[in-house]
């Protein structure tokens, strides 16, 4: 008997009860959201403004400052030359090429979910860690928030919040927040049991214990959680884009609806440049925290 069959021979009572379900659950969070949607929305009132600012003075700035604060920040984080010359290469040819203003806007939106994700994450994964309880929780909500596909998302913020910036911020911040959350509880967990029995005979508390051995023990772990986060960000750069998100996301969906080949190439090679800049420099300043560290323990 072939599956369809036998679906067939149910009840047409049960068929009907599930499409009853369906209608009553569907119209339960369609009356939720004209309900409480513009409470909700107001409630985000203070991040909106936020980032229209961040972007506005991303935009508004002058190339050439915000060239040398890119290029200087790359270098303090890696501490290499080679890296920061791609990182001013990058950027002038992103200029030479018609693409600053949505470079800038994708910056903004980037900087701020990760931002975000560091702030809601680090502290998720802390509690995980110094609780088997909060982890068996939040564990099964990682695995459906990393394994949910990204449009799924997009369905009831846009139901809730409507279309922008907002919604697309939040559908970004659920799919990239799983990393650094994940990394950060490993990280803790991993630190050596002995180093912590030490602190606690020298008289350390719990709280001290957490941000002197800890939380500096599993930086280059919680660094890696963050590394992961931000490529999951600039990786929902397209996605975001259809529901109102602008920035280097845009011409890429505009490409693909009018087949225009240069255009998304062009915009696609300038999410790849910003995706290598944060995964070259956040790993070569994780590697830098973890040499230091095993200096400190060398002496």
């Not at 490529?231 to 280097?248: F, N």
Request: glycine fraction near 6%; proline fraction near 4%.
């Amino acid at each position: 008997m072939s599956i369809e069959n036998w679906f067939s021979s149910f009840p047409e009572m049960d068929r009907s009860d599930l499409r009853a379900i369906r209608k009553t659950l569907d119209g339960a969070y369609r009356d939720f959201s004209r309900e409480y949607g513009d409470m909700i929305e107001s409630f985000f009132d203070p991040l909106l403004s936020f980032l229209v600012w961040f972007e506005k003075l991303l935009i508004s700035t002058p190339w050439v400052i915000i060239l040398a604060v890119c290029t200087a920040l790359v270098y303090l984080a890696s501490r290499s030359w080679k890296l920061s010359l791609g990182c001013f290469v990058s950027l002038i040819l992103i200029g030479y090429f018609g693409m600053w203003e949505n470079t800038m806007r994708t910056l903004s939106i980037i900087t701020v979910c990760t931002m975000l994700s560091i702030i809601l994450g680090i502290p998720i994964g802390i509690a995980m860690a110094r609780s088997n309880r909060v982890q068996s929780i939040v564990t099964p909500m990682l695995d459906v928030m990393q394994t949910m596909p990204a449009f799924v998302y997009l369905i009831p913020v846009v139901m809730l919040l409507g279309i922008g910036k907002i919604p697309g911020l939040i559908a970004v911040v659920i799919y990239a927040i799983p990393p650094v959350i994940r990394l950060t509880n490993l990280g803790i967990r991993l630190v050596d049991k002995e180093v912590l029995e030490a602190a606690t005979a020298f008289g350390a508390s719990a709280k001290q214990r957490l941000w002197g051995v800890q939380l500096p023990l599993a930086m280059p772990t919680i660094m890696a959680g963050i590394n992961q986060t931000i490529m999951m960000a600039l990786s929902m750069v397209v996605i975001a884009s259809m529901i109102g998100v602008k920035g280097l996301g845009q011409p890429v969906l505009k490409s693909i609806t009018n087949q225009y080949f240069t255009l998304g190439l062009l915009n696609g090679f300038a999410i790849v440049a910003l995706a290598i800049l944060f995964d070259r420099a956040s790993q070569a300043y994780a590697k830098r925290t973890q040499a230091h560290l095993g200096d400190l323990k060398h002496d």
